[in-house]
């Protein structure tokens, strides 16, 4: 019996043998592991640091009259952040390939720029993996086996930390913006545990001794247990499984991440445990900063006007209210902290799940000022299965009567979301409820502009009447942005109903509130006329450079105003902008043409854009692709004069 077959004998796990022989070289490249983890955390730090002084410097150039412009560049420090920025964003947003249907979905790879991070990543840990361990000697089996042992073992904080909802503190990235990439470090560690365990299993069957180890040795059967529940957390974690019964998910998965770090503690030797409670204090300062700061948000101790800011000192007073058969809207009456536009809270309503906290986008803007009257969260919440629809339940009286109310707790705000004043023009694109996360949007920016000067929103509905709520928001919203000096174009697309060609008759009450525009073959263009083809929900994007014109709307204003009665005299006419406020919203009918959304106030904004979508997988795909295709075809920031397009994705599932 070789050397290389007695050391394996004394365990599986990094045991002594290897103290002597491979501990200096492996605890090295371990702890290089994570100084290119700190380095990576500084980095992202000091982008931070540049976004912030970029934002500062915007706000403060939008205050001085003479320019007009306060996005553009004005120094070479910014011109060549920008350039950078625009390069690495033309290479990040695409996302060439998903899947669609609810069996496939979840197969989508990655986009773009996710997939060049796992690639770095990977590189990474092939490097540590392969590093002076690859030579075809007595030794090969027992050195690659415990290198993959100390690979695997570092990779266990790091699984840990890209869940802590308190790491988006330091490095400026909210937890849920690396949800996915803590799934495809734990898909990696599975595959060095496999591999680790794989050498060490072809060096035993070597020497036959296989089940000699399996019975002597506990750490062997720990390492087996551990490497059990690693495949038993992928094989639940896909979405089929998942959302099958999702609260059921998050509570075995709970359990699952305690018990493998209980199996890696008694598996590895204790030169190496500090791996383990380096995982257990992220886990136990993540959950007790959280709860700390759930309870001073659940306990009402601030007053403003001098009265209690809810009548409750414990929880918050949740009015549940149906808006239609599939929409539960939850208000939180005068909550006692602040938030930003784009963030999100998780929910907990004893009387719906006791156990159950859920995560929704606050579909309200926060009190401006301490003596505001309220400071009310609202939440538009879609019914599906599970506690939306059981929330949804118990509002339906509210169809008939008053609001259903209850007590309510909160944890949060979570998110990082960007300054959306920030940029000289917006395009918000959402799909059904996403509109909770771009209508905030509007309305706060509409508040303080600071840099914007023209908005673009699209919302995308199956049915019209799901568009009420929202509709009766941004009808408030046009009179206040032209007050404000700001272009607003508002559009809902309505995808599924079917309507006549005959497509103004309307209603006289209702055709003087709102334009509509049929998308039929007799009064749409050929490409929008294809689209009418197919009434079918989801968006299908226009083939790259197609946009259509807008003038038809422009003319349908100028023929609303003119007519028998109308003022001969021009001069006292009001601004096509002042007039465009009395029609409200432009609904069609059929799916829009999201290229030519975004084309055109792209190529009218003389600074930087910001697009922000909120949908499906294959809204938000198109949105990708042609963001990033048309910031390559304009040569933004390479000389042309084109300015920057910003992307920022929110998705209804992770």
């Known amino acids: 019996m070789d050397a290389s077959m007695l050391g394996g004998m004394e365990g599986m796990g990094m045991d002594a043998s290897s103290t002597g022989m491979f501990y200096p070289t492996d ?20 982008l931070n640091g540049l976004r912030a002084y970029d934002l500062w410097l915007r706000r403060r150039t939008s205050r001085t009259k003479s320019i007009t412009n306060p996005t553009r560049p004005r120094n070479p420090v910014l011109q060549f952040y920008a350039t950078a920025t625009a390069i690495v964003r033309e290479a990040t947003y695409p996302q060439p390939l998903t899947f669609t249907g609810r069996w496939f979905a979840w197969l989508s790879p990655p986009p773009l720029g ?8 990977w590189s990474i840990i092939v490097g540590i993996l392969t590093w002076k361990s690859i030579a075809h000697d007595a030794y090969y089996f027992e050195r690659l086996g415990f290198r993959a042992a100390w690979v695997s073992v570092t990779q266990v904080p790091l699984v840990y930390l890209l869940v802590s909802k308190t790491l988006g503190l330091v490095t400026g990235f909210p937890y849920e913006r690396l949800n996915w990439l803590h799934r495809w470090v734990s898909r990696t560690l599975l595959i060095i545990v496999t591999l680790h365990g794989a050498l060490f299993l072809a060096e035993w069957a070597r020497a036959d001794f296989v089940a000699m180890e399996l019975g002597l040795m506990p750490i062997v059967r720990y390492g087996l247990g551990a490497w059990g529940v690693l495949v038993w957390t992928l094989v639940s974690s896909c979405a089929p499984f998942r959302n099958m019964a999702y609260e059921l998910f998050v509570l075995q ?27 257990v204090g992220v886990v136990a300062f993540d959950r007790t900063a959280l709860f700390c700061w759930s ?8 007053h403003r006007g001098g009265e209690p800011l809810s009548s409750r000192r414990l929880g918050y007073r949740a009015e549940l209210q149906a808006l239609n058969r599939d929409i539960t809207m939850v208000t939180l009456r005068n909550v006692a902290f602040k938030w930003k536009v784009g963030q999100h809270i998780y929910l907990r309503v004893p009387k719906i ?21 309220s400071n009310d969260v609202r939440l538009i919440i879609r019914a599906h299965s599970g506690f939306t629809r059981r929330l949804h339940r118990r509002a339906l009286p509210s169809l008939q009567g008053d609001s259903v109310v209850m007590t309510a707790f909160v944890a949060g705000p979570f998110g990082a979301p960007p300054a959306w004043n920030s940029f000289e023009t917006l395009v918000l694109i959402a799909a059904s409820t996403g509109a909770s996360f771009t209508l905030p949007i509007l309305e706060s920016v509409i508040d303080d502009p600071c840099c914007v000067q023209s908005i673009d929103f699209l ?13 009766e928001r941004l009808r408030s919203t046009i009179p206040r942005a032209a007050a404000k000096g700001i272009r607003l174009r508002v559009e809902i697309a309505v995808t599924c109903e079917q309507i006549s060609c005959r497509c103004c008759d309307f209603g006289s009450d209702e055709s003087r509130k709102e334009t509509r525009r049929c998308r039929c073959k007799a009064n749409c263009s050929a490409h929008t006329a294809a689209l009418a083809d197919d009434p079918s929900d989801g968006p299908i994007p226009s083939p790259l450079g197609t946009a259509s014109s807008d003038s038809n709307f422009v003319d349908e204003i100028t023929e609303k105003k003119s007519g028998p009665g109308s003022s001969s005299q021009s001069s006292q006419e009001p601004s096509l902008l002042a007039q465009s406020q009395e029609l409200a919203i432009l609904y069609t009918y059929g799916r829009p043409d999201i290229t030519s959304a975004i084309r055109l106030p792209v190529e009218a904004a003389a600074g930087e ?23 390559d075809e304009r040569a933004v920031h390479k000389g042309s004069g084109a300015q920057g397009i910003h992307l920022h994705v929110e998705g209804y599932c992770y």
Do not use: D
């Not at 605890?27 to 000091?46: D, E, K, N, P, Q």
């Not at 998965?253 to 995982?279: D, E, I, K, Q, T």
């Not at 979508?613 to 910031?631: D, W």
């Open 609 to 631: 854009t910001s697009v922000a979508v909120c949908g499906g997988r294959e809204l938000v795909m198109a949105v990708r692709n042609y963001v990033a295709a048309l910031s």
């Open 253 to 279: 998965h709970l359990a699952a991440a305690g018990v493998f770090l209980w199996l890696v503690y008694r598996h590895v030797p204790s030169y190496a445990v500090y791996n383990v409670w380096f995982a």
């Open 353 to 373: 799940g006791i156990f159950e906290s859920h995560p929704f986008t606050i579909s309200s803007i926060p009190a401006t000022s301490s003596s505001s009257p």
């Open 459 to 471: 919302l995308l509905v199956r049915q019209r009447e799901h568009s009420n709520y929202y509709a």
């Open 295 to 302: 309870v001073y948000r659940n306990i009402v101790l601030k």
């Open 27 to 46: 605890s090295a490249l371990a702890r290089i592991f994570w100084y290119i983890i700190a380095g990576v955390m500084l980095l992202a730090l000091l």
């Open 114 to 121: 996710r997939l060049l991070l796992l690639f770095c990543y």
